[in-house]
Structures are given as structure tokens and as C-alpha cells.
């Protein structure tokens, strides 16, 4: 069975949920942020209902559609939000984008 990062977070000490949350800010690649989920490709494959094969070569794209990367994330107990920045305007969040429709 697959678990949350939010269910392994709040089992752990709290100075060590501040250090992942530090961490996690650093993180660039969906590598990176798998690994510090404590998941493996394997897990996500299960969570996404792919192949690990899949989850290797999606980790590796520079290009996917939002869809695709929103169910990553949330596998990993996040959300994923897209924000449009523009010169001397509030930044923007666009809402609706890469969810499926039914």
C-alpha cells in the first residue's frame, strides 16, 4: 500500500519535519523530491498505476503535460500550482489546468 509524505511527515520528530521542509525547498528535479518522500520508483509506479519503466523516463522529461506532473506531486502528498508572473503586476495563479475532466 502507498503511503502519503503528509502520513510519514507527522510520525517524525519535529525538528525533523523542519529539516525535510527545509530541504525541500531546495529541490529541483521530481528525483529529488521522490527521494525525499522516502519514495522509490516502484512506490510511485503503484500510486500512479504505471510501470516503475514509466516513472524512470518521467523523471527524466524536461517536457509533460500538467496533467502528468499534478499526479505526480499529489502522489507525493503536495499541490501543484502554476503561477504567471508579469512586469509590475501581482502575480497569478492559474486554476483548472492539468486536471482531467471527467
Do not use: C, N, W
Not at 523530491?33 to 500510486?47: E, H, I, N, S, V
Not at 518521467?58 to 503536495?78: A, F, H, N, P, V
Not at 508579469?86 to 492559474?94: E, I, K, M, N, T
Amino acid at each position: 500500500m502507498t503511503k502519503k509524505l503528509k502520513d510519514l511527515l507527522v510520525k517524525l520528530p519535529t525538528q525533523r519535519q523542519a529539516r525535510i521542509e527545509r530541504r525541500t525547498q531546495e529541490l529541483a528535479t521530481l528525483k529529488e523530491l521522490r527521494t525525499a518522500a522516502q519514495q522509490t520508483q516502484t512506490d510511485m509506479a503503484l500510486a500512479l498505476g504505471v510501470g516503475q519503466d514509466a516513472i524512470s523516463r518521467l523523471e527524466k522529461r524536461s517536457d509533460m503535460l500538467l496533467s502528468t506532473l499534478r499526479l505526480y506531486i499529489e502522489s507525493l502528498g503536495g499541490k501543484l500550482q502554476l503561477v504567471a508572473q508579469f512586469p509590475g503586476r501581482p502575480p497569478v495563479v492559474l486554476d483548472h489546468l492539468g486536471i482531467k475532466k471527467p
